[in-house]
């Protein structure tokens, strides 16, 4: 354990004449009881059920969230913005198959 770890439980863990205050370590306890059973299920849920350990680190899952997020706002504007700039309604699917990521081999006719 680190210093600064054992300096910062030091005045939460111990009552002032030195021994364990067994009422704060049981809260200590139960809060993180509360974290263990409920960090897993945001990490499962904003991963799309890619992490759900509540012990990764904080940049990882975040990062994973980035990349899975669109910003509703952002995406509207984009695509306000390419419906009036395209000329042909080929065109603007191309330009939502790019933006959107979407893979299909061939236009869908109608």
Sequence with gaps: MKKEDKDFWKDIIYKKD????EKQIL??????????????????????????????????????FEELFLDKEIAKDDVSEMIKSCET?????????????IDIPQPIKR
């Design 18 to 21: 030195g021994s364990l205050n």
């Design 89 to 101: 309604l080929s065109e603007l699917v191309e330009e939502l198959r790019d933006y959107f990521e």
């Design 27 to 64: 809260k200590e306890l139960s809060d993180f009881s509360f974290m263990m059973e409920n960090v897993p299920k945001v990490y499962c849920a904003v991963t799309n059920h890619r992490m759900s350990k509540c012990l990764y680190p904080a940049n990882t899952v975040i990062s994973i």
